[in-house]
């Protein structure tokens, strides 16, 4: 996914991309396309997270591939190359600045509500997970056993 570039996209190939892909393949005579894995891998937060293989879940999609531009008309594609941690860092950082407008709003949001609603099974433990990870700034659940049994969190 990350090499499907255009001229939109923000320093990787984003999930608007693949339309153009699947233009061009049904033009080119294909009739399917395979991409590696494009599910959330961001356990570590580093750039070691772009293995495609190490899924946090199998039904979150990597919010790398996210076109953040369509979420405000005020952001601009400075990143050029492919740089993992470069590229999370800004589509997460302009992510949380959108989210800080839309928050009040957004829990009542017919549409959010419906994304909660079909989604919940996965998307609870998942949120559950990132909050956890970014709370003790790792992904290694042994080190979040202390703190939890001391607090009565299970």
Same mark, same amino acid.
């Given at each position: 996914?990350f090499? !499907? *570039?255009?001229? @939109? %996209?923000?320093?990787?190939?984003?999930? /608007?991309?693949?339309?153009?892909?699947v233009?061009?393949?049904?033009?080119?005579?294909?009739?399917?396309?395979?991409?590696?894995?494009i599910?959330?891998?961001?356990?570590? +937060?580093?750039?070691? %997270?772009?293995? &495609?293989?190490? $899924?946090?879940?199998?039904?979150? $999609?990597? &919010? $790398?591939? $996210? #076109?953040?531009?369509? /979420?405000? +008309?005020?952001?601009?594609?400075? !990143?050029?190359?492919?740089?993992?941690?470069?590229?999370? =860092?800004?589509?997460?950082?302009? @992510?949380?600045? !959108?989210?800080?407008?839309?928050?009040?709003? =957004? &829990?009542?949001? =017919?549409?959010?509500?419906?994304?909660?609603?079909?989604?919940? %099974?996965?998307? #609870? &433990?998942?949120?559950?997970?990132?909050?956890? *990870? %970014?709370?003790? +700034?790792?992904?290694? *659940?042994?080190?979040?056993?202390?703190f /939890?049994?001391?607090?009565?969190? #299970?």
């Amino acid at each position: 996914m990350f090499s !499907i *570039r255009s001229d @939109a %996209d923000l320093g990787v190939g984003e999930f /608007l991309d693949l339309k153009l892909l699947v233009d061009w393949a049904v033009h080119s005579g294909f009739h399917f396309v395979q991409l590696l894995p494009i599910n959330d891998t961001s356990v570590h +937060e580093m750039w070691w %997270d772009s293995y &495609p293989y190490s $899924l946090l879940s199998v039904f979150a $999609l990597h &919010p $790398l591939y $996210l #076109r953040v531009q369509t /979420l405000s +008309e005020n952001i601009t594609d400075d !990143i050029k190359d492919v740089d993992y941690e470069a590229t999370m =860092t800004a589509k997460l950082s302009i @992510a949380k600045k !959108i989210y800080s407008h839309e928050k009040e709003a =957004t &829990p009542s949001s =017919t549409s959010f509500k419906n994304f909660y609603s079909e989604n919940q %099974d996965w998307l #609870r &433990p998942y949120v559950a997970f990132c909050f956890l *990870r %970014d709370f003790f +700034e790792t992904s290694d *659940r042994s080190q979040w056993v202390d703190f /939890l049994l001391s607090h009565e969190i #299970r």
